[in-house]
Nanobody
Framework: QVQLVESGGGLVQAGASLTLSCAAS????????IGWFRQAPGKAREFVAS???????????DSVKGVKGRFAISRDNAKNTVYLQMNSLKPEDTAIYYC????????????????WGQGTQVTVSS
């Protein structure tokens, strides 16, 4: 079993950067691919990015406009932590950001993930 705790959210101005962290407990963390999702007020939760268990491959949403090139996902298995570096933040990036774990190699659907964190709020003011 894996427990996930997100941190690093906050209130920032447009154009700023934030790095979210997803800290995991459990000896098998390095076996799991980790994904980041986000949910804006009144909207469905959507996939943002994921990284394979080894960190060799990363995936970014095609539908979340502007994520590619602004966001970067990485992991440090020695620290049981996955990061989401977010640059040039925009007001439309405002959402609760969740990390989740899956044994699938590649997954961009909520139902593919087995464990979820509680989320961290990111608010970007214009």
């Amino acid at each position: 079993q894996v427990q996930l705790v997100e941190s690093g959210g906050g209130l920032v101005q447009a154009g700023a950067s934030l790095t979210l962290s997803c800290a995991a407990s459990g000896r098998t963390f390095s076996s799991y691919a980790i994904g980041w999702f986000r949910q804006a007020p009144g909207k469905a939760r959507e996939f943002v990015a994921s990284i394979t268990w080894s960190g060799d491959s990363t995936y970014y949403s095609d539908s979340v406009k502007g994520v590619k090139g602004r966001f970067a996902i990485s992991r440090d298995n020695a620290k049981n932590t996955v990061y989401l570096q977010m640059n040039s933040l925009k007001p439309e990036d405002t959402a609760i950001y969740y990390c989740a774990a899956t044994l699938m190699a590649v997954a961009d659907e909520e139902d593919d993930y087995d464990y979820w964190g509680q989320g961290t709020q990111v608010t970007v003011s214009s």
